[in-house]
């Protein structure tokens, strides 16, 4: 199963790069190590292999979820970084970043040439739908007009 948010725009074809025998998730990075953990997933762009481990994961995740509304992403890493439970039952692994980038670095930082060597674009680190769609506009990643 893949997961992605609306605002990712897919620019090849991700599966090539999705190894899914020696990994249960493979996961956008966000931050090679925030909130106590390494790396720190963005819950925007996922590969998950269904199985006992990785449904017991995502039941754990959404149980955490429904007891108190909060930010899914914090409690995610929380949970297949530190959760007993599923620590270390669930392989992860990150997908490639110059491959797979939030939008900070593929907005900010990357050059063209690195943009030109992307997958798939994330556009977090901003908020808001028309922002979004401007930015993603200016880099000529939005085709919903044409």
């Known amino acids: 199963m893949i997961y992605v948010d609306i605002d990712t725009v897919w620019l090849k074809n991700p599966l090539p790069y999705m190894d899914a025998e020696k990994y249960d998730m493979l996961?956008?990075?966000?931050n090679k190590s925030y909130a106590g953990v390494q790396p720190y997933y963005c819950t925007?762009?996922?590969?998950i292999v269904a199985n006992e481990?990785?449904?017991?994961m995502i039941e754990l995740w959404e149980k955490k979820l429904l007891a108190k509304p909060q930010l899914n992403q914090p409690i995610f890493n929380d949970l297949l970084h530190k959760h007993p439970a599923v620590t270390p039952a669930v392989k992860h692994t990150g997908l490639p970043s110059p491959l797979f980038p939030g939008g900070r670095d593929y907005f900010d930082?990357?050059?063209e040439d690195q943009r030109n060597e992307v997958v798939a674009v994330h556009n977090n680190y901003i908020i808001g739908h028309d922002k979004k769609k401007r930015q993603f506009k200016e880099y000529g990643l939005w085709l919903a007009d044409s």
């Open 27 to 30: 996961l956008q990075v966000d």
């Open 44 to 47: 925007g762009l996922m590969a």
């Open 53 to 56: 481990r990785t449904v017991k």
């Open 109 to 111: 930082i990357f050059s």
